[in-house]
C-alpha cells in the first residue's frame, strides 16, 4: 500500500472541501436549468411560468438552497472538529447505521433511526399523511424525514384502465379528485420506499428526496393465500362497492376480499370509495373460492396480535403490524427487543411508552420483560427493523399534537439532558403537555456544548417550536435568542398583505428568491418583480440588495412575494378571502387573464374575481387587449359576490353613474319589438324599439321553438321585417340578447331571472346554452343558468348528449335542488318529470308556419293568401283527379287554385278513382308553406261533414262550429289517426261529430329522440286544451294523454280485413298438428289457430288424454275465444285461439273487450279439472285453462312414500288430473293444488291472496295459509330433512315451507332400540298429525308421528299375563292420569348425570330414575351405562300429577327397608290418621310431606299449618325436617293426600314435644345429625357405595327443581342456573355442615366478626330465598303446563322480569327447532326485564351462552359475539365464570384454559378465579397447581389469603393429591392454629378418606390447644361424633373423660 507524507495528508481535506464546495455552488447555480419532476397540481402554482429551460418550482429551490447551507454548515464543523482529537463517544457510522440480527455478532451501541443517508429502495416505512395534494400525498416518516407520493402510486387501482385515475384525469374539481376522496391528514399508512432521488444530482447532505408508494402489491410481496390465519391484522383496498359491503384488493392477483358494511352507516362509510385504503382483520377465509372475509371493528383492529408463524420471512412483515416482543438488552439511546421468535428490532428514545423520559429511563425496561410494540420500519438488505412503544400508536392512532410551528412557551421544563445531543422539554401546551426536543446546535447562538453544566433538570426555559414530528408526536424547539425577533418566524407566521423585508439571494429567469431575516425563503415571480415587463431582471435586482416586499400568498410552505409598487404602497383593503368581498369594496389586483367578453383579476391568496367587459369602462369601438395587459395593476369595486360558489363580479368603474328612465324601460324579461337590420351567418341583429342606439341580437336557434322553421325563417327575412314580440333574453350595456321563441315569450311571466325567484321542484321553460360530456347547462333570463347531469337526461349513459339535444334548443326542465350559497340550480330534463300539459309547442309551430307563409308568398310577389280561404278545415271542396300514383292521389282543387289536393291511400277509403273525374272531398289539414291541401274521401268522415245542399252550406257550416263549440277545456276525448305528419298527428273524434283536431308528435325535450309509431286508424286518448277561435291557427289542438300500446301492424290489418272473423265466432278448421300440451288448426283464408289441452272438455270431466281421440287432417267445428296474436318471437305467424269445449260451442260464454270473459271463481276445497304442463323434481306444473296455471308440490301428490318416490314417473306432459284447490293467487291467476282431499270437518272457506310459486323459495307467509287445511289426524306425505342429534327425534318436511317434528317417542310404532337407524335424511315417510300450533305472530308448529295406531296398542297397561317383554311393546302412555305406582313402564334415555337420569316417556311425560334406582348392583360409571337414546324397562314408584313428576326404578326388587307388613297405600291411609314423616319441600303455598314407610307424598297447604296466621313459612320449616300431622282429605283418583298440622289437629301440642324431643336428641348425640340424614337417604331409595355418599347427601338436600335444572342443563334445554361465586357450595362440598357448625362457633368466640356474619348470614338467607322463589316458578309453569306459542305469551307478559320464564320459553322453541325465533326471545327478554334485575339478565344472557354453542355457525364465533355484548352491561367476573361453566360443562377444555389464562389476568384480586384455575387443572391431572398457589397468593389481598389456601387444599383432597392438602392445611395451623373452622375443615377431609389413626392424632392435636371454651366444646363434640360413629365405647368414655378433664382444669 502506498503510503503519503503527514503534508500530503493535511493538504488533501483543504483540496477537497474546496473542490466540493465549488462543486455545490456550480450545481445551485444551475438549478435553475433542469427540468424539474414537478408533483404539484397547476392550481397550486399559478403563477409560476410554465416552459423554459430555466423553470424551478419553489420547494425544489428552496431546499436546493438549503442543502447548499446545511452542506456549508457540515464542513465547518469538521473542519473545527479536524483540529481537535476525536472523541470515542459516538460516530457517525455508529448512530446513523442500521443494525440487523444477522449483520455481526456484537450488540450495536445505538438504536437504529432512519435519515436520508440510510433510506434505500425498497424499505418500509410506517408514515402519517401530512398533506393531501391534487397529484401528491406528503408524508410524514419517522425520525422528522418527509416523503411524496405520486397519485399514480397511491393505489394499484389508479393504474388499472378505466380506473379512478384514468376517469378523474385533467379535472380539478374535488369532488372527481381520488386523492381527497380517498385519503385524509392524519391517516396512518405504511409506505415503500421506490426511489431517493438528488435534486439536480446533488450529493450534498440533506439534498434528498424520498419517493414513497401506497401499492399493495409491493407492500404485500411474498403473501400467500396460505399464509393468512383467523384474527390477522391485513391492509386492503376497496375495488368496489356493492350494496351489503366492499370487494377488497390486498394487490396480490391470487386471491380477493370481502368485508360487509358497518350496521351504522357513519361518516367512514360515507368515503369508502373506490381506492380507499383501509385496515382490517380477518374473520374467516375461504380458502376453495379464494376469498378473505374482514371484519373493521376498529377494536379488533387495534388489538389485533401478529402470530408466529412457521416459515415467516422478513418480507412479510409490514409497518404498523403489532407485536408482542421481549427486552433483550438496553442501548445507549434505546433498547434492543427481540420478537417472533427469529426477528430483533431497536426503539429509540423517542418512540417509548413513557411521554417524558428521563435520565433513569432505562430503569423502567428490565431484561426479559415483555411488552407490546408495533414496526415502524423495516430494511430488508440489512435486517435492520424500527419499532415503536409509543401508547398512541399501539392503539393504531396518530399521536395529538397541541401546538404549532412558531408558538413560543416562556416557561418549558427540563425533563433531561442528554450529552453532547440536546435536550427534552416538557412543553406546557392546553389540555396536555407536549414532549419537546432541542438540538444542541438549537440550544444557543453560542457554541454549547456542555449543556448539562448551563441548563439543569427541572429547570424553566423559553422556548419557541421549529417544526414538528407527527410521528413520534414530538416537536423540535429552539432556544436560541435570535429565534424570538422578527415578525416572520415560521410560515405559519406569514399572512397575506402583510409587509416584509428581505434579502435578495438568486435571480433566476423565472423571479427572484428572497430570504427573510429568519431564513425563511420566498419567490417573487418574474411579473411581480415590477409594474412593467423586465426583459432583463438581473440588472433591475441585484444578489444581497433588502428591499420590502408584500406577501401575496402562502400554500403548502411556498410564499409568494410582489415588488409591484402600486401593490406594496398601496393603502386600500385586502382582499385575501372570498368571505371578504363585500359588495362596494375597492381595492388593488392585477390582471392574469383577458378574453373578449372581459378580463380575470387576480388578488392575495388565489383570489380571483371577473370583470364583464360592460364594466371594463372602455371606450366605444375599443377592445379589451388593447386598453389592458396582463400583470396590469387596476383598481376595481366588488359589484356581486357569491362565497359559496367562489365568484365574485368586478367593476373598473369606480363610481356608477345614474341609469336614465329610458334604461329602466327595457330590462331582461321585458317583451319589445324589433325591426331587422341585417341579417348575419349565425345570427339576426335588429333595432329595438324607439331607440336606434340600442340594437338587439337574435340567434339562428332563437328564432323559433322548431330548429327547421328557424332555418327557413332566417333565409326568408330581409331588413326592415318587423318582429312583433320579442323577448329581452340579456343585456350588455347597450346590447340587447332577444329571442323569438314562441314557448318563452309566452310564458315570460314564469322565467326566474335571479337564483331567489327559481322555487325546487317547479317545471320551468329554458333553453339549452351549452353542452358537454356530463351534462347540459340550461338557460333562463339573464345569465341564470341551472345544470341537469347526463343521468338526469337519458337513462342510457352510452348515447352521447348530442345525439338529444342540441345548443340553443327549448326545453321544459324539472328543478330538482337549489343551493343558495354556491348559486347552483339542479336540473333533471327526463321527460317523465318534464313533459308538457299544454299545447304551446304544436300551437307555435302553426304560429310560425303561417309566419313563413306569407314571407314566402312576399317572395315570390303573390299580393295575398287568397286561396286558404277557399280551403277551410272540414270544409268540402271540389277537384279533378290529375294523378293517381302508389302513394296517393292528386287532385286539382278547383277553387283554389294554385293549391294542389292530395288524398293518401288510407283517406281514399276504398273509393274507385279515375284520372279527370271531380271528387268532392273533406279538407283535413292545410300546408301553407307548401301549398298542399290534405283531402280525405272515406265514408265515414264524409257523413260525419255531409252538407245537405249548397243552399245549406252556412248552416252546416253552423252546425260543424256548434259541434266544436260543444267541447270544453281540458276535456278528456278519444281521437282516431288519420295522418301522421314529420312534426304532428291529424286525428278526428268519432264521438264529436268526427271533429278534426291536432297533436304534436314529440315534446320538447324528445325532439331528437325517436318518435313514437303511429298508424293510421290507432286509437289515443287526449285532452283538449284549445280550441279552434283560442289556438290562433284556427285548428282544435289536442295533447296525448296516453298512446296505444299495441301498434297494429299492416300484415294483421290486411289479414283482419280479409277474415271477417271475430271473437265469438264459429268456424270450420283442419287440424294440421297435435303436439301435447295443444292442437294446431288452419281456418278460412289462410288463418291459423290452436286449441289448448284445456279447450277440449268442460271442467268435472277427466280424459287421460284429451287429444288422443283426433288426427291430423280431421276437420272439426271450433268457436274462436281470443284474438290472433304471434305465436313467438321468432314467427311471423298470427294465431287465434279456438275452443271445442260443449259449453262453448253452445254458446253460452260471454264476450267483453275482443274476447270472451273467464271467471275466476274459485274457492278453496274445490276439486278441478287440470292438465300435467310440465315435471320438475319437486313440482308439478299444471294448466288449469289457458291463463290460468297451478302449482302442485311434491309432497301433495300422496301419503304413500312409494308413490312419493317414483313422482317424475307418476306422471307425464298432457296427463288429466282431478285435484284439490289448496291456496288461490287471485293476482297472478295461479292456483296451489294437492291431490289430498279435504275432509269435511274443514270446509271453512277461506281466501288466499298468495300463494307459494316453485320459484319463490323465500317466503314463507303463503306457505303458512295453505296449511290450514293440516288438522290433527291428517296422514301426509313428508320427507326427512334433518335427523337430530341424540334423542331430538326428526325434522321432516310437508310443504315446501313447512316443517314438523317427529318426537323420539313417535318414530316407530313400538318402542325398539335405536328407533333412528332405520331412517336417514331425505327418505319419504307417511306421517300422522298430532297437533297443529298455531301462534298469533303467524308461526305454525306442527307435531307428527310415523307410525298409525293399531288394534293391538294400548295407551294404559294390560293385565293379561303376557312375557314382560310383550307387555311392554303394547304399552303407550300420553297422560300423567294413566299412571300409578308398581305400573310397567318402557321409556328413552333423555338424560344421565351423576345423579340419576330422566326417561322419555312419550313425547308429554317425562320420569325421573334417581342413581339409587338404576340397577340392583352398584354402578361404576351410570353415563356408560346408560347412554342416551337407551331404551329401558321400569316400574312407577310414584306420582305426583300436581307437580308433574314422576319417579321411576330400574330394580327388579323394590324395597324401602322396611317390612311389607308395615307399607301403607291409599286404602290403609283414612282420614283423620295421625302420621309422621319429613318435609321434602318448602313451598310459599305450603309444605310437601313424605309419609313414611310408603311412597306417598302429601301437601300440607300453608291454611293448615297453624291455628294462628304463618307469616314466613320458610322461617319456620325447612327440607329433612320431621313432623307430625294429620291426614285432611284422600284423593286415590288424582293420587293425592291433603294434610294438617294445625295444633287443634294433633290434641296437646303433639308436634311441638315432637319437636323437643328432637332437639334433646340432638343434644345428647352432640350435634350429630348424621343418624337422621343417613336414615333419610335410605328412605328415598338413595342407597349406594360409600364413595357416591357425599353425593347423595348433596342431591337430597337441595329441591327438585335444583335436580332438574342440573340434569336438564346435560341436555339441549337452556340452563337455568350458573353459581356464581358460591365458593363454598362447590369446594367444601360434604363439610358444608361442619362449616356451617364451625361458623356458628367462630360468632360466638369472635365478637369483632359478628357483624360481618350477620351480613354473610343476610346474604345467604336471600339467596336461598331466591332460590325458593325460582322454584315456585318452576312449579308454576309445570303447573300451567305451557305448551304452545299463545300460552308463553301470557306468562311472559305476567312475569316480564322472571328469566325462568324466558329460558322456558326458549326451550320450548329449541324443541321446535325454530333455532331464530330463539333467539329472538333472549333478545326480547334482554330488553323485558328491568335493568336492576341483574341476576335475572344474567340467567338469560347463559342461556343465550348455551343456545349458540349448540346452534351457532360457528359455534365459537357466536358465543364470542355474545359474550363480547354481555360484558357491556353485567359484571364482567361473574360472565366470564358463567362462561369458563360453559365450557367446562360441554368439555371445550381448550377454550376453558383459554378463557382461564385471560381470567388471571383481568381478574387479578378475585379468589373464586384462581381457584376455578386450580381446578381446572387438576381435573387436568397438570402439576402447575404449586405455580398458581404463588401467583395467586402475589395478586390476592392478604385478607384472602387463607381462603384461598384452604380452598385449595380441599380441592386437593377431592381432585388431586391428598398429601398436597395435608401440607397445607399444616402450614395453615402452623400460622393459625386457634382457627377452629381450619381444624373442622382438616377433620372432616380426613374423616372423608378414612385413615383412623391420622385421624385420632389430628383430634389429639387439636383437643390439646388452648383455646376459647366454646371453640374448645365444639371440637370435642366433633371428636364425640366421630367416635360414636366408627370407634367403641372404650373410645367414646376416653373422649368424654378428656373432655371432663378440660372442663375441670378450666374451672380450677
Known amino acids: 500500500m502506498k503510503k503519503t507524507s503527514p503534508m500530503t495528508r493535511k493538504a488533501r481535506p483543504l483540496e477537497k472541501k474546496e473542490k466540493k464546495k465549488a462543486s455545490l455552488k456550480r450545481k445551485v447555480e444551475e438549478v435553475g436549468h433542469a427540468k424539474p419532476y414537478s408533483i404539484f397540481s397547476q392550481e397550486d402554482v399559478p403563477d409560476f411560468p410554465r416552459g423554459g429551460a430555466s423553470v424551478l418550482s419553489r420547494s425544489e429551490l428552496e431546499e436546493a438552497r438549503a442543502s447548499a447551507d446545511a452542506q456549508f454548515e457540515v464542513e465547518a464543523r469538521v473542519s473545527k472538529k479536524a483540529k481537535r482529537p476525536r472523541k470515542p463517544f459516538t460516530s457517525e457510522e455508529d448512530l ?11 450488540l450495536p451501541r445505538f438504536a437504529n433511526r432512519i435519515t436520508p443517508k440510510n433510506v434505500s429502495v425498497g424499505m418500509k416505512i410506517w408514515g402519517i399523511i401530512s398533506e393531501v395534494n391534487a397529484k401528491d400525498l406528503l408524508v410524514s416518516l419517522p425520525g422528522g424525514l418527509k416523503g411524496f407520493v405520486k397519485v399514480e402510486e397511491a393505489s394499484d387501482l389508479f393504474l388499472e384502465k378505466g380506473g379512478s385515475l384514468e376517469k378523474t384525469r385533467g379535472s380539478s374539481s374535488k369532488e372527481n379528485n381520488v386523492l381527497e376522496c380517498n385519503f385524509y391528514v392524519g391517516q396512518l399508512v405504511p409506505c415503500v420506499v421506490i426511489g431517493v432521488a438528488h435534486d439536480d444530482k446533488r450529493e450534498a447532505k440533506g439534498s434528498k428526496r424520498i419517493w414513497l408508494s401506497l401499492r399493495l402489491s409491493l407492500l404485500h410481496k411474498g403473501l400467500a393465500l396460505d399464509s393468512i390465519h383467523d384474527g390477522m391484522v391485513l391492509m386492503a383496498c376497496v375495488r368496489s362497492v356493492e350494496d351489503h359491503g366492499y370487494i377488497l384488493h390486498f394487490g396480490i392477483s391470487c386471491f380477493t376480499g370481502f368485508m360487509p358494511r358497518s350496521s351504522k352507516i357513519d361518516d367512514a362509510d360515507a368515503m369508502m370509495n373506490r381506492g380507499h385504503l383501509l385496515q382490517g382483520v380477518v374473520s374467516s377465509v375461504d380458502r376453495v373460492r379464494g376469498v378473505v372475509h374482514l371484519s373493521s371493528d376498529p377494536d379488533l383492529v387495534a388489538n389485533g396480535l401478529a402470530k408466529d408463524p412457521k416459515g415467516l420471512s422478513i418480507d412479510m412483515l409490514v409497518p404498523g403490524m403489532m407485536v408482542n416482543a421481549r427486552v433483550q438488552s438496553m442501548l445507549e439511546n434505546g433498547i434492543l427487543l427481540s420478537f417472533l421468535t427469529y426477528f430483533t428490532g431497536t426503539v429509540d428514545i423517542f418512540n417509548m411508552q413513557i411521554q417524558f423520559p428521563s435520565a433513569t429511563w432505562k430503569d423502567d425496561f428490565d431484561h426479559s420483560m415483555r411488552v407490546r410494540a408495533r414496526l415502524l420500519f423495516i430494511d430488508p438488505t440489512t435486517r435492520a427493523v424500527g419499532l415503536t412503544l409509543n401508547p398512541h400508536l399501539i392503539r393504531n392512532k396518530a399521536p395529538p399534537v397541541y401546538v404549532k410551528a412558531g408558538d413560543i412557551f416562556e416557561s418549558s421544563r427540563v425533563v433531561r439532558v442528554d450529552r453532547r445531543f440536546g435536550l427534552l422539554l416538557e412543553i406546557p401546551s392546553s389540555p396536555d403537555p407536549t414532549p419537546g426536543y432541542v438540538n444542541i446546535f438549537d440550544a444557543s447562538d453560542k457554541e454549547a456544548l456542555k449543556l448539562e453544566k448551563k441548563l439543569k433538570v427541572g429547570s424553566n426555559v423559553r422556548a419557541r417550536v421549529l417544526g414538528i414530528r407527527p410521528l413520534e408526536g414530538l416537536v423540535m424547539c429552539t432556544l436560541k435568542a435570535s429565534a424570538f425577533e422578527g415578525s416572520v418566524f415560521a410560515h405559519s407566521d406569514v399572512k397575506p398583505g402583510m409587509f416584509v423585508k428581505g434579502k435578495i439571494i438568486a435571480v433566476e429567469t423565472f423571479g427572484a428568491i428572497v430570504q427573510f431575516s429568519n431564513g425563511i425563503k420566498a419567490l417573487c415571480p418574474l411579473q411581480h418583480m415590477s409594474e412593467f415587463e423586465l426583459v432583463k431582471p438581473f440588472k433591475k435586482f441585484e444578489v444581497g440588495a433588502e428591499l420590502t416586499f408584500r406577501v401575496l400568498g402562502c400554500k403548502s410552505k411556498r410564499i409568494t412575494v410582489t415588488h409591484k409598487k402600486t401593490l406594496v404602497k398601496s393603502k386600500l383593503g385586502v382582499l385575501s378571502s372570498y368571505v371578504n368581498a363585500a359588495v362596494g369594496l375597492i381595492t388593488h389586483g392585477w390582471i392574469t387573464k383577458i378574453e373578449k367578453h372581459g378580463c380575470f383579476v387576480r388578488f392575495y391568496n388565489g383570489v380571483q374575481g371577473f370583470a364583464h367587459r360592460s364594466e371594463l369602462a372602455l371606450d366605444l369601438g375599443s377592445e379589451v387587449d388593447s386598453t389592458y395587459h396582463v400583470g396590469q395593476v387596476v383598481k376595481c369595486r366588488v359589484i356581486n359576490a357569491i362565497p359559496g360558489a367562489r365568484k365574485i363580479n368586478l367593476s373598473f368603474v369606480l363610481s356608477p353613474k345614474r341609469a336614465s328612465v329610458t334604461d329602466h324601460a327595457i330590462k331582461c324579461g321585458s317583451i319589445i319589438s324589433g325591426v331587422v337590420e341585417h341579417v348575419t351567418a349565425n345570427a339576426v341583429m335588429v333595432y329595438v324599439g324607439t331607440n336606434a342606439y340600442m340594437k338587439g341580437k337574435i340567434i339562428t336557434e332563437h328564432l323559433a321553438d322548431n330548429r327547421d322553421q328557424a332555418e327557413l325563417l332566417k333565409s326568408l327575412l330581409t331588413p326592415g321585417y318587423e318582429f312583433k314580440e320579442l323577448l329581452v333574453l340579456d343585456m350588455d350595456g347597450n346590447h340587447l340578447f332577444l329571442s323569438a321563441k314562441y314557448s318563452l315569450v309566452k310564458s315570460v311571466e314564469q322565467l326566474p331571472s335571479d337564483i331567489d325567484q327559481v322555487v325546487p321542484q317547479s317545471v320551468l321553460h329554458g333553453y339549452v346554452c351549452n353542452l358537454i360530456e356530463t351534462g347540459c347547462f340550461v338557460r333562463y333570463l339573464g345569465r341564470l343558468t341551472g345544470f341537469a347531469p347526463k343521468g338526469k337526461i337519458v337513462d342510457d349513459r352510452t348515447i352521447g348528449l348530442s345525439d338529444v339535444l342540441y345548443i340553443g334548443q327549448s326545453v321544459r326542465s ?194 331528437k329522440l325517436p318518435h313514437k309509431f303511429f298508424v293510421n286508424g290507432q286509437r289515443l286518448v287526449a285532452t283538449i286544451e284549445a280550441l279552434p277561435e283560442a289556438s290562433g291557427a284556427g285548428r282544435l289542438l289536442l295533447l ?214 316453485p320459484d319463490d323459495i323465500g317466503s314463507t307467509s303463503s306457505n303458512e295459509k295453505a296449511s290450514e287445511f293440516i288438522h290433527e289426524g291428517d296422514f301426509l306425505g313428508g320427507r326427512i330433512s334433518k335427523i337430530l342429534p341424540g334423542v331430538g327425534g326428526l325434522h321432516v318436511q310437508i310443504g315446501p315451507h313447512l316443517y314438523g317434528k317427529v318426537h323420539y317417542t313417535e318414530v316407530t310404532e313400538h318402542f325398539v332400540p335405536e328407533p333412528l337407524s332405520q331412517y336417514q335424511e331425505g327418505q319419504f315417510v307417511r306421517c300422522r298429525v298430532l297437533n297443529v300450533d298455531r301462534t298469533t305472530k303467524g308461526n305454525l308448529h306442527v307435531d307428527l308421528s310415523l307410525w298409525t295406531p293399531s288394534e293391538g296398542t294400548q295407551l294404559v297397561s294390560s ?70 337414546g337407551k331404551l329401558v324397562h321400569g316400574k312407577v314408584i310414584s306420582v305426583e300429577p300436581l307437580s308433574k313428576r314422576i319417579d321411576v326404578t330400574l330394580k327388579s326388587k323394590i324395597g324401602t327397608g322396611v317390612s311389607d307388613s308395615s307399607v301403607l297405600d291409599f286404602e290403609s291411609l283414612h282420614v283423620g290418621d295421625v302420621i309422621s314423616g319429613r318435609i321434602r319441600r318448602v313451598e310459599s303455598y305450603g309444605l310437601f310431606i313424605n309419609i313414611d314407610h310408603t311412597n306417598l307424598v302429601g301437601l300440607c297447604h300453608i291454611s293448615e299449618l297453624s291455628d294462628n296466621h304463618v307469616e314466613h313459612i320458610d322461617s319456620k320449616y325447612a327440607v329433612g325436617q320431621r313432623v307430625q300431622a294429620k291426614v285432611l282429605k284422600i284423593d286415590q283418583e288424582r293420587n293425592r293426600v291433603s294434610l294438617g298440622l294445625k295444633e287443634s289437629y294433633l290434641g296437646v301440642k303433639t308436634n311441638q314435644i315432637f319437636t323437643n324431643f328432637e332437639m334433646l336428641e340432638e343434644v345428647i348425640n352432640g350435634h350429630g345429625s348424621s343418624d337422621d340424614l343417613e336414615t333419610h337417604t335410605e328412605t328415598d331409595g338413595f342407597k349406594n357405595s360409600p364413595q357416591d355418599s357425599a353425593r347423595v347427601r348433596s342431591f337430597d338436600m337441595k329441591s327438585d327443581f335444583l335436580i332438574l335444572t342440573d340434569i336438564k342443563s346435560r341436555e339441549s334445554v337452556l340452563p337455568l342456573e350458573v353459581d356464581f361465586g358460591d365458593t363454598e357450595d362447590r369446594y367444601f362440598g360434604d363439610a358444608e355442615s361442619g362449616a356451617k357448625e364451625n361458623s356458628k362457633e367462630k360468632k360466638i368466640a369472635d365478637s369483632s366478626s359478628t357483624e360481618k356474619k350477620s351480613r354473610r348470614a343476610k346474604k345467604k338467607a336471600k339467596e336461598e330465598r331466591e332460590m325458593e322463589i325460582r322454584a315456585a316458578e318452576e312449579n308454576l309453569l309445570d303447573d300451567l303446563c305451557p305448551n304452545s306459542v299463545d300460552d308463553f305469551e301470557k306468562m311472559v307478559r305476567g312475569s316480564p322480569n322472571s328469566s325462568l320464564v324466558w329460558i322456558k320459553y326458549m326451550d320450548f322453541m329449541l324443541s321446535l327447532a325454530d333455532v331464530e325465533n330463539a333467539r329472538s326471545i333472549a333478545e326480547r327478554a334482554l330488553n323485558a326485564i328491568d335493568i336492576r334485575e341483574e341476576a335475572e339478565k344474567l340467567n338469560v344472557w347463559v342461556a343465550y351462552f348455551n343456545l349458540e354453542n349448540t346452534h351457532g355457525k360457528p359455534p365459537e364465533e357466536a358465543v364470542r359475539k355474545i359474550f363480547e355484548r354481555a360484558l357491556q352491561y353485567c359484571d364482567p367476573e361473574k360472565l366470564h365464570l358463567a362462561l369458563l361453566g360453559m365450557y367446562e360443562r360441554t368439555e371445550q377444555y381448550q377454550l376453558a384454559d383459554e378463557l382461564l389464562n385471560k381470567m388471571v389476568k383481568k381478574f387479578k384480586s378475585s379468589c373464586e378465579v384462581w381457584l376455578r384455575r386450580v381446578e381446572n387443572l387438576l381435573k387436568q391431572g397438570k402439576d402447575d397447581v404449586q405455580d398458581i398457589l404463588r401467583r395467586g397468593l402475589q395478586s390476592l389481598p392478604r385478607h384472602q389469603h387463607i381462603e384461598f389456601i384452604s380452598k385449595t387444599a380441599l380441592l386437593e383432597f377431592k381432585c388431586g393429591e391428598p398429601e398436597r392438602g395435608r401440607s397445607l392445611f399444616e402450614e395453615l395451623l402452623r400460622n393459625h392454629p386457634k382457627r377452629t373452622d381450619l381444624w373442622s375443615v382438616y377433620l372432616d377431609q380426613e374423616i372423608r378418606i378414612g385413615d383412623s389413626e391420622l385421624i385420632r392424632a389430628l383430634f389429639e392435636r387439636a383437643t390439646c390447644l388452648t383455646l376459647p371454651p366454646k371453640k374448645m366444646k365444639f371440637l370435642f363434640k366433633k371428636y364425640l361424633t366421630y367416635e360414636k360413629s366408627h370407634g367403641d365405647e372404650s373410645r367414646v368414655e376416653y373422649v368424654m373423660k378428656k373432655a371432663m378433664e378440660f372442663v375441670n382444669s378450666t374451672l380450677g
Open 1040 to 1253: 296525448l294523454k296516453c298512446l296505444s300500446e299495441v301498434v297494429v301492424s299492416s300484415s294483421l290489418k290486411r289479414a283482419l280485413k280479409k277474415s271477417g272473423y271475430n271473437v265469438g265466432s264459429l268456424v270450420e278448421a283442419e287440424i294440421t298438428g297435435i303436439r301435447p300440451l295443444e292442437m294446431r288448426l288452419k281456418f278460412g283464408k289462410g288463418l291459423h289457430g290452436r286449441i289448448h289441452i284445456t279447450e277440449v272438455y268442460d271442467a268435472g270431466h277427466v280424459e287421460l288424454k284429451p287429444f288422443s281421440n283426433y288426427r291430423i287432417g280431421e276437420h272439426l267445428t271450433a268457436r274462436i275465444f281470443e284474438k290472433a296474436t304471434k305465436s313467438d318471437v321468432s314467427s311471423k305467424q298470427h294465431i287465434w285461439e279456438l275452443s271445442i269445449k260443449p259449453s262453448m260451442l253452445a254458446g253460452s260464454a260471454e264476450v267483453a273487450d275482443g274476447h270472451l270473459v273467464e271467471d275466476f271463481d274459485y274457492s278453496l276445497g274445490e276439486m278441478i279439472t287440470c292438465y300435467v304442463v310440465k315435471v320438475d323434481n319437486e313440482w308439478l306444473r299444471l294448466a288449469v285453462s289457458c291463463s290460468i296455471m297451478g302449482h302442485m308440490f311434491v309432497l301433495d301428490t300422496s301419503a304413500e312414500p312409494s308413490e312419493l318416490e317414483e313422482f317424475p314417473k307418476r306422471f307425464s306432459v298432457g296427463q288429466g288430473i282431478s285435484c284439490f284447490i289448496i291456496g288461490i293467487d287471485r293476482g297472478k291467476k295461479v292456483l296451489r293444488l294437492s291431490l289430498h282431499a279435504i275432509s269435511a270437518k274443514h270446509g271453512a272457506r277461506h281466501d288466499v291472496d298468495d300463494i307459494v310459486q
Open 814 to 1007: 324539472h328543478v330538482l335542488n337549489v343551493d343558495g350559497d354556491t348559486g347552483r340550480i339542479s336540473l333533471s330534463l327526463k321527460q317523465s318529470s318534464c313533459f308538457s300539459t299544454n299545447v304551446s309547442l304544436i300551437q307555435g309551430y302553426f304560429v310560425m308556419e303561417e309566419q313563413i307563409a306569407k314571407l314566402q308568398s312576399i317572395r315570390s310577389k303573390v299580393s295575398d293568401l287568397k286561396w286558404i280561404c277557399s280551403c277551410k278545415i272540414s270544409s268540402f271542396i271540389k277537384g279533378e283527379i290529375q294523378e293517381i300514383k302508389d302513394y296517393g292521389v292528386v287532385v286539382r282543387l278547383l277553387q283554389a287554385d294554385p293549391a294542389v289536393g292530395f288524398i293518401t291511400p288510407y283517406q281514399l277509403g276504398g273509393t274507385t278513382v279515375h284520372t279527370g273525374s271531380v271528387v268532392e272531398a273533406l279538407v283535413l289539414d292545410i300546408g301553407m308553406g307548401e301549398g298542399i291541401v290534405d283531402l280525405s274521401l272515406r265514408e265515414e268522415l264524409l257523413v260525419g261533414h255531409k252538407r245537405e245542399g249548397l243552399e245549406g252550406s252556412l248552416s252546416s257550416k253552423k252546425r260543424r262550429r256548434d259541434e266544436c263549440f260543444n267541447l270544453e277545456l281540458h276535456q278528456n276525448v278519444n281521437a282516431v289517426v288519420e295522418m301522421v305528419k314529420e312534426n304532428y298527428l291529424v286525428l278526428t273524434l268519432p264521438e264529436h261529430g268526427h271533429a278534426i283536431g291536432y297533436s304534436s308528435t314529440s315534446d320538447y325535450n324528445t325532439k
Open 1359 to 1428: 293385565e293379561g299375563h303376557e312375557s314382560l317383554q310383550e307387555k311392554f311393546s303394547k304399552v303407550r302412555v300420553e297422560k300423567i292420569a294413566d299412571l300409578h305406582p308398581m305400573m310397567d313402564i318402557e321409556g328413552y334415555v333423555k338424560s344421565i348425570t351423576s345423579k340419576g337420569c330422566f326417561v322419555m316417556l312419550s313425547r308429554h311425560l317425562d320420569a325421573r330414575i334417581l342413581l339409587s334406582n338404576l340397577s340392583d348392583r352398584y354402578i361404576e360409571d351410570p353415563e356408560k351405562e346408560f347412554p342416551v
Open 96 to 106: 446513523g447505521s442500521l443494525f440487523g440480527d444477522g449483520s455481526s455478532s456484537t
